[in-house]
């Protein structure tokens, strides 16, 4: 099949790519070609900037393939210039979307008919909302081809948000505190960017995918405290951790994102049942298997290299003084104590 990847340069693209590749696939790439990145031999590369819809109209000209991943769009402007310029040219147009589009949710699972986050949360995920809703009109308009997928956090080498994986095993690494909110005792959900992008290439497959939207992660849900043990365990080492309380939470998290891994104030978890019941899909790396692979790529590539500024951190200590609740996350598994 040909396949266009609208994206492909940064952390999920590269293994798409690789993934449509190496199940047979003609792979074409549109971005701007200001990310670096190296492709496979035979994949077509086209320049444009999605926000300029002459150049896009340009690029896309006579152009009709089976399968359109849309990875890089992150607001509906540059959507709706894809879906007017390829209808009726695009046999399945699969969009990236996030877990961030669902409102908070008391209960668990999350399942794919939860309603949207309309009124609270991040412009990020109100503008994937909004996407999504565009598409899915186009769809019931027109019979544009669209899936969505949404993913929970993607963790993986290379992964483009230094704050989940590189940076807590630098800390851990030169026995710097972890920042953690609510005593670490929230859930936290992650799957593997591997596990996102055979899911994806997948579900072009199945034209009884189309209309619909899947959330994709691994199985299993973790705490923040079970993530550091993890990764305490896997680096032998132990994680010190700080716990920040309500208030610092929102004023840090808010002022200076790499703090916290995960600022979550609720537990997200998702179901991932219908990927399985449409289109087979099982991930393949749990929340282990994820950190052990983040982890190995770390190691070879980052450890003795990684550079960061902990000033505002060791401000921050400095700050909360004996003040401030520590707990201290030892390899052998066993829940952390938290000390005063
Ligand atoms: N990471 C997570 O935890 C997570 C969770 C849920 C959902 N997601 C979603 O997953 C997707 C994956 O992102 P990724 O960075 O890994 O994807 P990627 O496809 O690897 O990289 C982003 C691509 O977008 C291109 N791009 C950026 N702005 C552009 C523009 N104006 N015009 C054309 N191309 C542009 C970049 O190339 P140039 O710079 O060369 O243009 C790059 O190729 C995103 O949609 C994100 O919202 C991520």
Not at 88 to 112: F, I, K, M
Request: with cysteine; glycine share 10%.
């Amino acid at each position: 099949m040909r396949a266009l990847v609208l994206g492909g340069s940064r952390f999920l693209g590269p293994r798409l790519v690789q993934g449509l590749v190496g199940n047979g696939h003609d792979v074409d790439v549109l971005n701007r070609g200001t990310t670096p990145a190296e492709f496979p031999v035979g994949v077509g590369r086209l320049y444009a900037d999605r926000q300029d819809r002459n150049q896009m109209r340009a690029v896309l000209a006579g152009r009709e393939y089976g399968v359109v991943y849309d990875v890089s769009g992150l607001a509906p402007p540059e959507t709706q210039t894809t879906i007017e310029l390829l209808a009726g040219r695009v046999g399945h147009y699969v969009y990236v979307s996030t877990s961030a589009v669902y409102e908070r949710r008391w209960t668990a699972p999350v399942t794919e008919d939860c309603p949207y986050n309309e009124v609270e949360g991040l412009a990020y995920g109100r503008n994937k909302a909004a996407t999504e809703q565009a598409l899915f009109k186009a769809y019931r308009d027109t019979g544009f081809p669209v899936s969505v997928v949404r993913p929970w956090m993607v963790f993986g080498p290379n992964n483009s948000i230094p704050s989940r994986e590189q940076l807590v095993f630098l800390r851990v690494q030169l026995g710097r505190p972890v920042f953690l909110p609510y005593n670490g005792y929230v859930h936290i959900q992650y799957g593997h960017v591997d596990d996102l992008a055979r899911a994806m290439v997948m579900m072009a497959r199945e034209s009884r995918c189309i209309g619909q939207a899947y959330n994709i992660t691994g199985p299993d849900a973790i705490t923040l405290n079970g993530y550091l043990q993890i990764v305490a365990s896997l680096m032998g080492r132990e994680a010190q951790v700080v716990y920040l309380d309500y208030g610092d939470v929102l004023e840090e998290a808010g002022n200076y994102r790499e703090l916290l891994p995960f600022p979550w104030q609720y537990s997200r978890i998702a179901s991932i049942e219908k990927a399985r019941g449409d289109f087979g899909f099982w991930p393949e790396y749990d929340s282990r298997r994820c950190t052990v692979d983040s982890l190995r790529w770390y190691l070879a590539e980052l450890a003795g290299s990684m550079e960061y500024d902990f000033s505002r951190e060791d401000a921050m200590l400095a700050r909360y003084g004996g003040g401030a609740r520590r707990g201290v996350i030892t390899p052998d598994g066993l829940m952390p104590e938290v000390v005063r």
